[in-house]
């Protein structure tokens, strides 16, 4: 009987965390965040600011949140999406988090990569050696010539390299 009366208090644990977490899971719109809609990332009234603000970007028209935020490859997209999601839950459970909210290292170079993946040629252009292509400047130009780029002038080391979001930080969702 020892055994029958474990296996019952084991099933109704499992079964009662099945149903928080279903109850959880349907009352946080969850099944939203497996999509790419903007909106899902609006759920969070947090974030409402932020949607907004990308409704009226100059990026609207091209990209969505998942394009700027997400890695560009199935598996690094569902692990970032878990990650954060796990972390966001946390935060937002707890009360746990900064205002204004600031992005996570992780999360910075993932953006960073989405620009530099959709504006390759001109990354390309402006920062030899950053694409594997080589980038050929004529002798002599000087930073005043068509040849060469104001502050992306230079070589720039992998590590040393300029960052795209540094300087253009209010391009995606414009909030100051």
Known sequence: MRAGRLTIIAAVLAGITFGLGAY???YAKGASYLTT???ACANCHVMAEHYAAWQRSSHRAVATC???HMP?????KYAAKGVNGFLHSLAFTTGRFPDPLQIREANRSITEGACRHCHEPIVAAIEPGST???VVVPEGAGPDTDARRQ???GIVRNDDRAS??????????QVR
Do not use: K, M, Q, W
């Open 132 to 134: 594997g292509r080589e």
């Open 66 to 68: 998942s394009d700027c």
């Open 24 to 26: 959880t899971f349907g």
């Open 151 to 153: 502050i992306h002038d």
């Open 164 to 173: 795209c979001i540094r300087c253009h930080v209010y391009v995606g969702h």
């Open 37 to 39: 809609d903007p909106a």
């Open 72 to 76: 560009h490859n199935l598996v690094g």
